[in-house]
């Protein structure tokens, strides 16, 4: 969760080892409703994708990939 309290921060397929393994990260994806469109575009997104976002329900999502950081997902309520 994030300082304010308004957005969620997950990263994911860091080489670092401090990011979520791909079942939490699932899980969590799938407990906020996230469609199976949206979950696609965020596993092919590759650096040169830039910033990519989309929205469902009550929830934005911003994403970027970097290969040395992995997949950076940031939910936020709209």
Known sequence: MASDETSLILE???DSGDSL???IFQCVLGKLGTPASVRER???TRAIDGTQSE???SYKATWTYEPDQG???I???R
């Open 12 to 14: 994911a397929f860091s």
């Open 21 to 23: 393994t791909t079942p």
């Open 71 to 73: 997949l950076t997902v």
């Open 42 to 44: 965020m596993y092919a």
């Open 55 to 57: 929205e469902w329900a």
């Open 75 to 77: 939910v936020s309520s």
